[in-house]
C-alpha cells in the first residue's frame, strides 16, 4: 500500500486493533516497556462493564508527542511507543473518539470506529522520506476529517491487510456517493478536482454537475407540464 504498493480511489476500512505498541511505565524508579495493542488501548477508554457486558466511554484527552502518543483519563495518564504507522493509528482513531464522540447503532450500542470510519483515498505525494498518502474520513455519516495523512518511512511498508477496500455493488455505491460529496462540498475536494483535472476525482464531480443538471431538467418540465395544463384548462372553457 505504501512503497510502491500503491492505494486506489475507494474507500477503506482499517483492520488496527492487532498492531504491537508498548506502554512506558516507571515501576520503582526503573523505565520499562509493557506489550501491548492499539486495541488495548482502545478498552481503555471504552471499558466493557463486567456487570453488564456493556461497553461505555470515557472521557479522555490524547497528545501526539511524535515519538509516543500519551491518553490521559481521570485515572492518570498512559504513554505509548511503537512503529510510526502504529502510533499513527492510534492517535487518529482516539482522535476521531476525542473530537466527534462516539457512534451508536438503533439500539443505543456503541459503535466501533475500527468498523465505523472509513478513509477514502485521494493523493499521495513523494518527499525525502517517503510516500505521504492523503485521505478524507467519513465517520457516524459524515465527512469529519478533509485530509488526514499517512506517512510511512522509506525502509517500512504498510501491510495492506490492515487496509480493506470496499466492495461489491453497494462498496462502489458508497465510495461514488463520498467522492461526489467531497469533491462538490469540501475546500479540499474542490482544489484537487482543479488540481487534477484529469484525474478519476474530476469525474466524480462533472457526475454531480450532471445529476445538478438533470434536476434542474426535471423542474422545467414540470413547470411545461403545470403551463400545458392551464392553457389545456382554458380551451375546455
Not at 488496527?16 to 495493542?37: A, D, F, K, M, Q
Not at 498512559?78 to 492510534?90: I, S, T
Amino acid at each position: 500500500m505504501a512503497n510502491g504498493k500503491k492505494f486506489r480511489l475507494t474507500g477503506y476500512q482499517l483492520d488496527t486493533t492487532g498492531l504491537p505498541l508498548v506502554e512506558r511505565r516507571t515501576i520503582n524508579g526503573n523505565p520499562e516497556e509493557v506489550p501491548t495493542t492499539i486495541g488495548k488501548v482502545y478498552r481503555t477508554v471504552v471499558p466493557i462493564d463486567p456487570e453488564t457486558r456493556k461497553e461505555t466511554y470515557l472521557k479522555f484527552e490524547v497528545e501526539d508527542r511524535v515519538t509516543e502518543v500519551a491518553v490521559r483519563t481521570e485515572s492518570g495518564e498512559q504513554v505509548f511507543a511503537g512503529e510510526h504507522f502504529n502510533k499513527q493509528m492510534l492517535y487518529e482513531t482516539l482522535r476521531l473518539l476525542q473530537d466527534f464522540g462516539v457512534a451508536k447503532d438503533e439500539d443505543g450500542e456503541l459503535i466501533d470506529p475500527f468498523q465505523n470510519a472509513v478513509w477514502f483515498w485521494y493523493d499521495q505525494i513523494w518527499g525525502e522520506t517517503g510516500p505521504r498518502d492523503y485521505f478524507f474520513v467519513v465517520f457516524n455519516n459524515r465527512i469529519v476529517r478533509e485530509h488526514l495523512t499517512i506517512s510511512v518511512p522509506l525502509e517500512k511498508t504498510v501491510d495492506p491487510l490492515n487496509f480493506i477496500p470496499l466492495a461489491g455493488s453497494y462498496g462502489r455505491a458508497l465510495s461514488r456517493f463520498w467522492y461526489s460529496k467531497f469533491c462538490c462540498e469540501t475546500i479540499t475536494g474542490r482544489l484537487m478536482v482543479l488540481r487534477h483535472r484529469r484525474s478519476e476525482l474530476n469525474h466524480y464531480h462533472r457526475q454531480d454537475d450532471v445529476v445538478a443538471s438533470l434536476r434542474g431538467i426535471r423542474v422545467v418540465l414540470w413547470v411545461l407540464i403545470l403551463i400545458a395544463g392551464l392553457i389545456l384548462v382554458r380551451l375546455l372553457k
